[in-house]
């Protein structure tokens, strides 16, 4: 079975930083766009930022300047390295990957979530 698995969130001061990862973990043959969306309390869920498999990333206006994504292919892996960070960051962050576990099959993932807290 093919999930992906997130970790780096945690409670972080205005204007820290942290880096949050997500692997696809399994069998995997390829995997295609990763992404990094959030939910704040009381917010439906947005687009964070996005990176393709050919290298290309796009950001929400609110985090560009601020946030970059980036991959390992090797590990099947996406970042989102975050700084500067505000309260209003403050959401459980999701990863999505579209994968293929196998040349016949496809799938949209979702990460169990990571929470980021901003506060003093």
């Known amino acids: 079975q093919v999930q992906l698995v997130e970790s780096g969130g945690g409670l972080v001061q205005p204007g820290g930083s942290l880096r949050l990862s997500c692997a696809a973990s399994?069998?995997?043959?390829?995997?295609?766009?990763m992404g990094w969306y959030r939910q704040a309390p009381g917010k439906q869920r947005e687009l964070v930022a996005i990176?393709?498999?050919?290298?290309?990333?796009d950001y929400a206006d609110s985090v560009k300047g601020r946030f970059t994504i980036s991959r390992d292919n090797a590990k099947n892996t996406v970042y989102l390295q975050m700084n500067s960070l505000k309260p209003e960051h403050t959401a459980v962050y999701y990863c999505?990957?579209?994968?293929?576990?196998?040349?016949?099959?496809?799938?949209?993932?979702w990460g169990q979530g990571t929470q980021v807290t901003v506060s003093s």
């Open positions: 399994g069998s995997v043959f390829r995997v295609y766009d």
């Open positions: 990176t393709t498999s050919s290298g290309s990333t």
């Open positions: 999505n990957c579209n994968v293929a576990p196998t040349v016949l099959t496809r799938r949209q993932l």
